[in-house]
């Protein structure tokens, strides 16, 4: 499947959550990830995640999609971060 996950972290945790998620998926801007991932490694990624966060002040949204086929990405301005799948 394919996943965007974005996430909003208090600062103290934030680079945390950003080195667990980069170890599933591609980071793509502030705060954005996305890439391709199995749905053990979803588990996995949400397990590592829980054990990091405060749901009280943080949140991460995950959006699946189980095909990319309708699916298009425009940039404007500059591209960040580095992409191993375009779309």
Same mark, same amino acid.
């Given at each position: 499947m394919y996943l965007i996950m974005v996430y909003d972290i208090? =600062? =103290?945790r934030v680079n945390k959550v950003l080195k667990i998620a980069r170890k599933y998926l591609n980071w793509v801007q502030n705060s954005v990830l996305e890439g391709e991932i199995s749905d053990a490694g979803l588990e996995k990624l949400k397990m590592e995640l829980?054990?990091? &966060?405060?749901p009280d002040e943080?949140? &991460?949204v995950f959006y699946l999609m189980r095909t990319t086929?309708?699916?298009s990405r425009e940039i404007m301005g500059i591209e960040k971060g580095e992409r191993d799948i375009i779309i």
């Open positions: 208090k =600062e =103290e829980k054990a990091v &966060i405060n943080d949140s &991460i086929r309708y699916t």
